[in-house]
């Protein structure tokens, strides 16, 4: 029934009827919060006020739980560690000076709930949000990634979700015009029902060219466009993000939204050349939350206040209430404050690209945000109190107290550690049994069905260590781009294992011979309500924020998403790191693989190894988790990623691979596949150096370690670097395109074809065959 035909609730008559009941719990706010409200407002809430402040207040709009510890990413930062910070935190997406006049602007988020739900529309629609982001800023979008988590590889609800998040992920990329150049797939039964669909996008710009969003000057025109607003989505990422899964409550209608990327595509262009002709003062994407967000953050942000008259809405449903249309999540939509002088100029443009819009309203100077529906004002709110001034909590947290036992549950000398390999063949086998398991095996079944070379700037992709991206084509100017993630190590110890993720990011952004200078991070956790929980997420973001001042590198925006849990179980802590790095010239980027160009090629091991299993691919395949993480040192981390920018810039290295899941052993093999080329190695005098055995130092996940191929013309400057700089290294092997085959010198010889079959069958075996392209 519908609130424009019966029971419009006013303000007027809100003030009037002060014990009216409200729906304020099934719109997900706490008691607290709705007594809160009524203090702010002087009176109760009307309905549509109630819907505004319930998806605005709500733990994925507000991040109130999580904001108390989100400030150490602007505290601790240095002078230089903001000299190329063009827009930090707080805007729709950080921006960068990558130099010579340009700015590259990127951000992760989650979509992890409506992916659950509806697995096409909800990671469709996560690549369409984070790519609106980049749009508003005033950005061209260029490339785009998805780090992705699903339950175990052999259950039958993977087989449903997994198949629809990568078809919505390509779908949607790829009718963009998007190249998808990288990102993660983890496989673990504690995403079983709560997989975690994670989106990045990155958008190139001059820096004339930034726009920030509010909205400012008194009679300034607001105007809606794009496509017109349905009831799909409503309360959809911000209701379904804030709550974990349960089967004892009631559904809160988890709507999720549904994408049209063609649509997306002529926005992008349309939003684009109204930047460029200075049409318009500023644009918000209408994400989470819908028009509640868009007019509150607007209004908030700018220096008055704004009257909208919501009946000018464009609908595709004429049954939406009020409150509806102010929570509909409906995609493709963006919101414009427009001058009157350029208001013909802008309605030109939406002719041009035949884009939907209606004027709702303008800026006032009243410092309210006023709304009005048939001529009665059924919204009036400070709008500071709804974007900005939501509750902020200091959750209560601990530590676990399983932590201890968790920590001195060691795989060296477990239960399951009793049959670890060690006879030659045995090592052998177990190396292809590694490669074949769900972690490690080839994930091209995925990245096949996206566009990785589209727009013709992509210099790297998957599977290389980070998506490498032209941005000039002039100088060669161009960006890496990496995601990593270890939430088995995070669950072991959240302070160390968020290191370790951000190390892992800053080695493989390094690898490719770019200079890391920027983070996003996505905060993947179970409920803020668990002190456990809090305590992981807490020690996580402290760890990130230290680990960021110790490599000089600034956190530019990013996602909070919380309650990832189902029940009482909740995820491993998953706090993914994107790594942005810059590289003067994209065409002397270094592939994770060496080739037959030039047989005798040396093989280095760049850092040392240690009996570090606990955590490890290897023992996940064991069933084991438990022991303390490897250690990770920063200041080591910086010089090895020195090293490789300048090895890489100077022609030192023709290929470089970091050592991370898998061990120096997945290295190897990827390194080997990479282009189809074998190689001759040797371990005895490494291992004997780092005092483990050749098992240990081929499954250990030790940090700070580097897999590279040097020419051999190159060899003496090589060794001079590392010399100079004191890093340990240790020749271990020479490139051999004759063997066709991985050979481990007195252990071992695997033949291409047999790591290849082993690698890459395991995905088709689960999910069937798809086509090549």
Known sequence: MSEKQFNLDTVENAAATPDAELPWAELGLKENEFEDVKKILGRRPTAAELAMYSVMWSEHCSYKSSKVHLKQFGAKVTDEMKKDLMVGIGENAGVTNIGNGWAVTFKIESHNHPSYVEPYQGAATGVGGIVRDIISMGARPVAVMDPLRFGAIDHEDTARVLPGVVSGVGGYGNSLGLPNIGGEVEFDECYQANPLVNALAVGIMRHEDIRLANASGVGNKVVLFGARTGGDGIGGASVLASESFDDTKPSKRPAVQVGDPFAEKVLIECCLELFKNSIVEGIQDLGAAGISCATSELASNGDGGMHVDLTKVLLRDPTLTPGEILMSESQERMMAVVTPENLSRFEGIMEKWDVEYSVLGEVTGSGRLTIEWDGEIIVDVDPKTVAHDGPTYERPYARPK?????????FTGSEADAQRPTSGGALGNAVLELMAGPNLCSKSWITNQYDRYVQGNTALAMPDDSGVIRVDEETGLGVALATDSNPRFTKLDPYEGARASLAEAYRNVATVGARPVAVSDCLNFGSPEDPDVMWQFAEAVRGLADGCMELGVPVTGGNVSLYNQTGERAINPTPVVAMMGVMDDATRRTPSGWSDTEDGQAIYLLGTTRDELDGSEWARL???????PPKVDLALERALGDMLVNMSRDGMIDAAHDVAAGGLAATLVESCLRFGTGARIGLGEVA???????????????????VVSVPRSEEVRFNDMCTARN???????????ASNALEVQGEFSLSIEQMREAHEGTMARYFGEVAQG
Request: glycine share 14%.
């Open 402 to 410: 399983w932590q201890d036992k968790l920590q001195a549950n060691h």
């Open 622 to 628: 064991k069933g084991h988790l438990g022991g303390q």
């Open 688 to 706: 004997q150096r780092d005092g483990v055995d050749i098992f240990t130092l081929l499954f250990s996940e030790s940090l700070g370690r580097v």
């Open 727 to 737: 890093f340990p290294t240790a020749r271990i092997g020479v490139v051999d395109s």
